[in-house]
Nanobody
Framework: QVQLVESGGGLVQAGGSLRLSCAAS????????MGWFRQAPGKDREFAAS????????TYADSLKGRFTISRDNAKNTVYLQMNSLKPEDTAVYYC?????????????????WGQGTQVTVSS
Protein backbone atom coordinates (compact mmCIF):
# COMPACT_ATOMS: atom_id res chain seq x y z
CA GLN A 1 0.00 0.00 0.00
CA VAL A 2 1.20 3.50 -0.88
CA GLN A 3 -0.25 6.73 0.45
CA LEU A 4 0.10 9.79 -1.76
CA VAL A 5 -0.34 13.38 -0.65
CA GLU A 6 -0.20 16.24 -3.12
CA SER A 7 0.68 19.82 -2.29
CA GLY A 8 1.67 23.04 -4.00
CA GLY A 9 -1.56 23.94 -5.71
CA GLY A 10 -3.08 27.38 -5.54
CA LEU A 11 -4.13 30.46 -7.46
CA VAL A 12 -1.74 31.90 -10.04
CA GLN A 13 -2.01 34.39 -12.87
CA ALA A 14 -1.71 33.33 -16.46
CA GLY A 15 1.93 33.08 -17.44
CA GLY A 16 2.99 32.16 -13.94
CA SER A 17 4.47 28.98 -12.53
CA LEU A 18 3.70 26.46 -9.83
CA ARG A 19 5.48 23.35 -8.62
CA LEU A 20 3.36 20.51 -7.36
CA SER A 21 4.75 17.92 -4.99
CA CYS A 22 3.51 14.45 -4.20
CA ALA A 23 4.88 12.80 -1.09
CA ALA A 24 4.61 9.03 -0.85
CA SER A 25 4.61 6.91 2.25
CA UNK A 26 4.18 3.24 2.85
CA UNK A 27 5.95 0.77 0.59
CA UNK A 28 9.20 1.62 -1.09
CA UNK A 29 8.62 4.60 -3.35
CA UNK A 30 11.36 3.61 -5.75
CA UNK A 31 9.38 0.51 -6.76
CA UNK A 32 6.78 2.61 -8.54
CA UNK A 33 6.49 4.55 -11.73
CA MET A 34 4.56 7.75 -11.07
CA GLY A 35 2.14 9.93 -12.93
CA TRP A 36 0.23 13.17 -12.78
CA PHE A 37 -3.33 13.52 -14.03
CA ARG A 38 -5.75 16.40 -13.95
CA GLN A 39 -9.48 16.93 -14.04
CA ALA A 40 -11.04 20.22 -15.00
CA PRO A 41 -14.61 21.10 -13.97
CA GLY A 42 -17.11 19.22 -16.09
CA LYS A 43 -14.43 17.26 -17.91
CA ASP A 44 -12.97 13.79 -17.74
CA ARG A 45 -9.70 13.14 -15.99
CA GLU A 46 -6.77 13.42 -18.37
CA PHE A 47 -3.16 12.35 -18.37
CA ALA A 48 -0.52 15.00 -17.79
CA ALA A 49 2.86 13.35 -17.26
CA SER A 50 4.56 10.16 -16.17
CA UNK A 51 8.03 9.20 -14.96
CA UNK A 52 9.64 5.79 -14.76
CA UNK A 53 10.86 4.10 -11.60
CA UNK A 54 14.43 5.21 -12.24
CA UNK A 55 13.47 8.66 -13.44
CA UNK A 56 15.23 8.01 -16.72
CA UNK A 57 12.10 8.03 -18.86
CA UNK A 58 9.36 10.63 -18.93
CA THR A 59 6.33 11.18 -21.10
CA TYR A 60 3.87 14.05 -21.40
CA ALA A 61 0.52 14.89 -22.85
CA ASP A 62 1.18 16.56 -26.18
CA SER A 63 -0.52 19.76 -25.07
CA LEU A 64 1.82 20.08 -22.08
CA LYS A 65 5.18 19.37 -23.67
CA GLY A 66 7.59 22.22 -23.21
CA ARG A 67 5.64 23.75 -20.33
CA PHE A 68 5.42 20.98 -17.73
CA THR A 69 8.27 18.92 -16.29
CA ILE A 70 7.93 15.84 -14.13
CA SER A 71 10.76 14.73 -11.87
CA ARG A 72 11.30 12.57 -8.83
CA ASP A 73 13.59 12.34 -5.84
CA ASN A 74 13.60 8.75 -4.63
CA ALA A 75 15.59 9.69 -1.54
CA LYS A 76 12.75 12.00 -0.51
CA ASN A 77 9.92 9.74 -1.72
CA THR A 78 8.58 12.65 -3.72
CA VAL A 79 7.54 13.33 -7.29
CA TYR A 80 7.20 16.83 -8.67
CA LEU A 81 5.38 18.56 -11.48
CA GLN A 82 6.90 21.88 -12.49
CA MET A 83 4.33 23.91 -14.41
CA ASN A 84 5.41 26.97 -16.34
CA SER A 85 3.63 29.44 -18.63
CA LEU A 86 0.34 28.49 -17.06
CA LYS A 87 -2.88 29.13 -18.92
CA PRO A 88 -6.46 29.43 -17.68
CA GLU A 89 -7.20 26.10 -19.36
CA ASP A 90 -4.70 24.46 -16.99
CA THR A 91 -7.18 25.06 -14.17
CA ALA A 92 -8.00 21.67 -12.69
CA VAL A 93 -7.57 19.37 -9.75
CA TYR A 94 -4.21 17.67 -10.16
CA TYR A 95 -3.78 14.11 -8.98
CA CYS A 96 -0.65 12.12 -8.31
CA UNK A 97 -0.72 8.38 -9.00
CA UNK A 98 1.59 5.38 -8.55
CA UNK A 99 1.76 2.14 -10.47
CA UNK A 100 3.43 -1.14 -9.51
CA UNK A 101 5.59 -1.18 -12.59
CA UNK A 102 8.90 0.46 -13.50
CA UNK A 103 7.49 1.80 -16.77
CA UNK A 104 5.67 5.02 -17.64
CA UNK A 105 2.01 4.86 -18.56
CA UNK A 106 -0.58 7.30 -19.85
CA UNK A 107 -3.80 5.50 -18.93
CA UNK A 108 -5.36 6.08 -15.55
CA UNK A 109 -6.36 2.44 -15.31
CA UNK A 110 -2.68 1.53 -15.30
CA UNK A 111 -2.21 3.13 -11.89
CA UNK A 112 -2.88 1.44 -8.59
CA UNK A 113 -2.76 4.25 -6.05
CA TRP A 114 -4.07 7.80 -6.14
CA GLY A 115 -3.77 10.91 -4.03
CA GLN A 116 -6.63 13.19 -3.03
CA GLY A 117 -5.66 15.93 -5.46
CA THR A 118 -4.63 19.56 -5.25
CA GLN A 119 -6.47 22.45 -6.86
CA VAL A 120 -4.71 24.63 -9.41
CA THR A 121 -6.49 27.76 -10.56
CA VAL A 122 -5.05 29.99 -13.27
CA SER A 123 -6.63 33.41 -13.63
CA SER A 124 -6.63 35.35 -16.88
Amino acid sequence: QVQLVESGGGLVQAGGSLRLSCAASGRTFSRYAMGWFRQAPGKDREFAASISLSGGTTTYADSLKGRFTISRDNAKNTVYLQMNSLKPEDTAVYYCAARTSPLVATLGQSYDYWGQGTQVTVSS
